[in-house]
């Protein structure tokens, strides 16, 4: 629960930097059994913290769409490009 706590305090650049870190570290086949078992396990929490930040981010840049009088009538999704 710990670890939760402290994964959800990373923003999501540290949190996708730690998550290449253990993917490059599990690659390289160095990790003894049980460190690669604990580095899967914070990969995977990190891998969803990751998601839910980019879930919450793309919520928030929805554009809002209006009516002819400026009016809000819904969101459409935000067009990159």
């Known amino acids: 629960m710990a670890d939760e706590a402290q994964?959800?305090?990373l923003s999501?650049?540290?949190a996708?930097?730690?998550l290449e870190r253990i993917v490059s570290r599990l690659e390289s086949g160095d990790?003894?059994?049980q460190e690669a078992i604990d580095l899967?396990?914070?990969g995977d929490q990190l891998r969803r913290?990751?998601?839910a930040r980019?879930?919450?981010a793309q919520a928030r840049i929805e554009a809002i769409r209006t009516d002819a009088q400026g009016r809000a009538v819904g969101t459409a999704p935000f067009a990159a490009g």
Request: charged letters at 40%; a negative charge.
């Open 7 to 9: 994964i959800a305090e």
């Open 12 to 14: 999501f650049e540290d």
């Open 16 to 18: 996708l930097k730690e």
């Open 31 to 33: 990790a003894q059994l």
């Open 40 to 42: 899967y396990e914070r």
């Open 49 to 51: 913290q990751c998601a």
């Open 54 to 56: 980019l879930d919450s």
